[in-house]
């Protein structure tokens, strides 16, 4: 092996090597969201006694990138088997605490009726739990908007109706 054929092989690895450095580096510097679901009350989102206790999802949004992101809470959809739940049509609480700007680390969080979520997505009790039926899981997808249209999505969550739980 002569000195030339070591320069060739030194000039591509050196080509390579830095244009993996820029693909890791970009991907690196990209815009991550985490959404995350619980099951939740009214009482987390208000300060007023005479609210009812409702049944509310938590949707939790937090900027785990190292940009600024700017989120558009009425672009939130929840699907289940082709069915959405789109926030841009039904009430949610939290709004008044939202802000749009989410700095590094930060997180947001918005209230959506449960009732309305599983009437949107179809998700009704059956009339007698069976060992099927108790252990049913409906898969979920959820998405958000950012104010660029950049879409931020999950499918990692299952509702367990049974229970009233969303499992990871």
């Known amino acids: 092996m002569n000195i030339e054929v070591i320069a060739k092989i030194a000039g591509v690895l050196g080509f390579f090597i ?5 693909v890791l580096t970009r991907l690196e510097r990209r ?3 985490e959404i995350e679901l619980f ?7 208000t300060v007023d006694d ?31 088997n082709g069915k959405a739940y789109k926030l ?6 939290g709004m008044e605490e939202f802000d ?23 998700i009704e009790s059956p009339k007698n739990y069976d060992e099927d039926t108790f252990s049913k899981l409906y898969p ?7 104010h660029s249209g950049k879409v931020y999505k999950t499918k990692k969550f299952k509702y367990h109706e049974a229970v009233g739980e969303f499992i990871t």
């Open 18 to 22: 830095s244009v993996s450095t820029f």
């Open 140 to 146: 979920l997808s959820v998405k958000i908007c950012d």
């Open 88 to 93: 841009d049509r039904e009430d949610y609480w």
């Open 39 to 45: 099951e939740s009350s009214s009482f987390d989102f």
């Open 50 to 80: 005479d609210v009812n206790d409702e049944s509310l999802v938590k949707v939790r949004f937090t900027n785990i990138g190292p940009q600024s992101v700017i989120l558009k809470p009425k672009t939130l959809i929840i699907e289940h």
């Open 31 to 33: 815009k991550k969201i």
């Open 100 to 122: 749009e700007l989410m700095p590094p680390t930060s997180s947001r969080e918005i209230g959506v009726h449960l009732g309305s979520v599983c009437e949107a997505l179809e």
